[in-house]
């Protein structure tokens, strides 16, 4: 039977009982889903999944974003990217994603993200110390506790959310192989606009939806003072009263709720510490879904 083991932080628990290399029943699905939204970060140790296995189980959640160069995937399944700093025959074999800083994967779509899946397949280990965690931070913790008076003066306001700010942060990092995005890829990828607190489509709660990674500006405020607000809203989130680190062991499988956390991959391992993940970006199109939304989560699994 499936069950659910909150860590007792500030995000996170610990899901076993459930085999997801198998198809999984409506029930259990719904039980993932509202632990999701409740626990933000959910850990399936011991998983063995190849990446027919891994697609498919992400795609309960939502459709697949594909990478925006094409490269690094599986070669069978390509909507399964692969993460990591091994180099062989002098050519990485996965996106170094070590260092990326915090935020919120694609919430520079107009269809946001709604989960990532990373099923570990090598964890680099000094002292036998697992090293490359990866770091949340609770946005509805965050929303919550932010003044009456910023809450009010900011409802209703929007963010712009930009890819290429990210991608020219990474590129500007010492041996990054990252060229320019060409006007194709920024076409794939175009700024996106969206709520500065939304509405988290599991529990209902507000979070606050504006991160480091790609917010670039607050449209209803001129300039200066947007550039402000989002500074003081990134100190804000990212207080470590709201943070949770996830470590990894090989075969763990992880879910996490883009709408209400941010992250952030540690890179505190060397290049000969070898570290390959497979990921699974999943898009947050039925989960906003005025049907979905209607009807409670509970309603849904009765039916
Ligand atoms: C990601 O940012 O999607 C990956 C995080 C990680 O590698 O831990």
Redesign the pocket.
């Known amino acids: 039977m499936i069950t659910v083991q909150p860590t007792g932080k500030i995000l996170g628990a610990t899901v076993s009982g459930i085999d997801l290399s198998r198809p999984m029943s409506e029930s259990d699905f719904r039980t993932i889903l509202t632990a999701l939204g409740e626990h933000g970060v959910l850990r399936f140790p011991g998983q063995e999944l190849d990446a027919a296995a891994l697609k498919a189980f992400s795609e309960r959640f939502g459709p697949i974003q594909g990478s925006v160069t094409g490269k690094f995937h599986d070669p069978q399944v390509p909507e399964v990217g692969i993460?990591s700093n091994i180099v062989e025959n002098g050519q990485p074999i996965g996106l170094a994603?070590?260092g990326?800083d915090w935020?919120t994967?694609m919430s520079y779509n107009r269809t946001i993200g709604f989960v990532?899946v990373?099923y570990a397949v090598k964890v680099p280990r000094r002292n036998g110390q697992a090293l490359?965690s990866?770091v949340f931070a609770n946005m509805r913790a965050a929303y919550d506790d932010l003044d009456p008076a910023l809450k009010a003066r900011l409802g209703g306001m929007t963010v712009t959310h930009d890819f290429n700010k990210f991608w020219e942060a990474m590129r500007q990092r010492p041996g990054s192989t990252r060229g320019p995005l060409t006007p194709e890829q920024r076409a794939k990828r175009p700024p996106s606009v969206h709520p500065i607190f939304l509405v988290h489509p599991i529990t209902g709660r507000k979070v606050l939806y504006a991160n480091p990674g790609y917010a670039i500006r607050i449209n209803e405020l001129g300039e200066a003072e947007s550039d402000r607000v989002l500074e003081m809203l990134f100190e804000h989130q990212l207080q470590p009263k709201y943070q949770y680190v996830n470590e990894?062991t090989e075969n763990d499988l992880l879910i996490w709720d883009h709408i209400g956390t941010l992250?952030n991959?540690i890179p505190d391992y060397g290049p000969d510490e070898h570290?390959l993940?497979q990921?699974c970006?999943v898009m947050a199109d039925w989960i906003f879904d005025p049907e979905f939304q209607r009807k409670s989560l509970s309603q849904v699994a009765a039916e």
Do not use: K, V
């Open positions: 993460l994603d070590a990326q935020h994967d990532n990373l490359g990866t990894w992250h991959a570290r993940m990921r970006q």
